[in-house]
């Protein structure tokens, strides 16, 4: 299966929030698609229905396709702690995300692009892998030769959300990742204990 390049907004309304960030198309019509989409469905969705949409949910969030959705699953059970929240952070250790969150990009979509075309150095190296594990104290930055792209200067001047566990300096135009988030710091409305049990079946 290739990666979902299709309408977002679709994506967003079958899951009845703005997964993908604000969406002025959504919030005219914030109910499923297809014409009974207004229409109350009969019938109470099953466990595994629950779950099951919780997961896609994740996956559509962060762009991950499903054999590295269940590969992170399988990282994050075998490591201590609660599972849940280990793959919620492990999503958030990936470069694209943090390319997202320091405002490189005005999307994940957005920096998956800005990563694969090569704009982005991790410690002073390229790196083009979206997927790229970063950990903590690793500094991230736009390569020097694509300082002055529009793309990138426009989404950090429209950027203003601040995480406590990312820096950034808008001058050099480089952060640091500073630390795993903990589950309360990660925004995103995803409930990962039905992710876990899902899997667990």
Known sequence: MARYTGPQTKIARKFGEAIFGEDKAFERRNYPPGQHGLAKRRGKKSEYAVQLMEKQKAKYTYGILERQFRNLFEKASAASGVTGEILLQLCESRLDNIVYRMGIAP????????????????????????????????????????????????????????????????????GTFVAVPQRLQIPENIKEQLIVELYNK
């Open 107 to 174: 999307s994940r979509r957005a920096a998956r692009q800005i990563v694969s075309h090569r704009h982005i150095t991790v410690n002073g190296e390229n790196v083009n892998v979206p997927s790229y594990h970063i950990k903590p104290g690793d500094v991230i930055a736009v390569r020097e030769k694509s300082k002055s792209l529009e793309a990138i200067n426009n989404s950090l001047a429209n950027s203003s959300t601040v995480y406590e566990w990312i820096t950034w300096n808008n001058d050099t135009k480089q």
